[in-house]
């Protein structure tokens, strides 16, 4: 699937759009509220802006044999509203996340992996805590390695 067809599906009323692939695609400043993106993979996808409010950014079901996280490869996150989703084991790889807004998100396992989070609003829950290697914090300050905690 491209950008084009997800937001013609998505203007259509589609809003089940478990474990697509989304490759060099430019969604920013897009609106896409209360889908399925369960399992979906987004590889160099410009989200900028982006408005993803209730959206679920988790792994696909239990039941699914192809249990998969959801992942950001190389993504532009930068400004982007992420309120009330699940981002449950979701996957974040050198993407750019500053001033992203994460408020009231179950981030449960949410990993998050030389990414920049410098001025992002994080306010998730979960029951088990985040991991962060080599992010920029929301302060600015680069954290090498390791981490549960970056404030």
């Known amino acids: 699937?491209?950008?084009?067809?997800?937001?013609?599906c998505y203007d259509a009323?589609?809003?089940?759009?478990?474990?697509?692939?989304?490759q060099h695609t430019?969604?920013?400043?897009?609106?896409?509220?209360?889908?399925?993106?369960?399992?979906?993979?987004?590889?160099?996808?410009?989200l900028h802006g982006a408005n993803l409010k209730n959206v679920n950014l988790s792994s696909t079901e239990w039941w699914d044999?192809?249990?998969?996280?959801?992942?950001?490869?190389?993504?532009n996150l930068k400004d982007a509203i992420m309120e009330h989703c699940v981002l449950e084991s979701a996957r974040f790889f050198d993407s750019d996340l500053r001033r992203?807004?994460?408020?009231?998100?179950?981030a449960?396992?949410?990993?998050?992996?030389?990414?920049?989070l410098q001025g992002a609003d994080l306010g998730g829950y979960g029951e088990e805590p985040c991991g962060f290697w080599d992010v920029i914090r929301p302060d600015g300050v680069?954290?090498?390695?390791?981490?549960?905690?970056?404030?």
């Open 142 to 151: 680069f954290i090498s390695g390791f981490t549960y905690h970056i404030t």
């Open 26 to 46: 430019d969604l920013s400043n897009v609106k896409l509220n209360s889908v399925n993106l369960s399992g979906a993979c987004f590889y160099n996808v410009n």
């Open 1 to 8: 699937m491209d950008g084009e067809e997800l937001l013609r």
């Open 65 to 75: 044999c192809n249990l998969l996280a959801v992942q950001f490869w190389l993504c």
């Open 108 to 116: 449960t396992c949410t990993n998050f992996i030389r990414v920049n």
């Open 13 to 22: 009323g589609e809003r089940d759009f478990r474990a697509i692939i989304l």
């Open 100 to 106: 992203v807004y994460t408020r009231f998100c179950n």
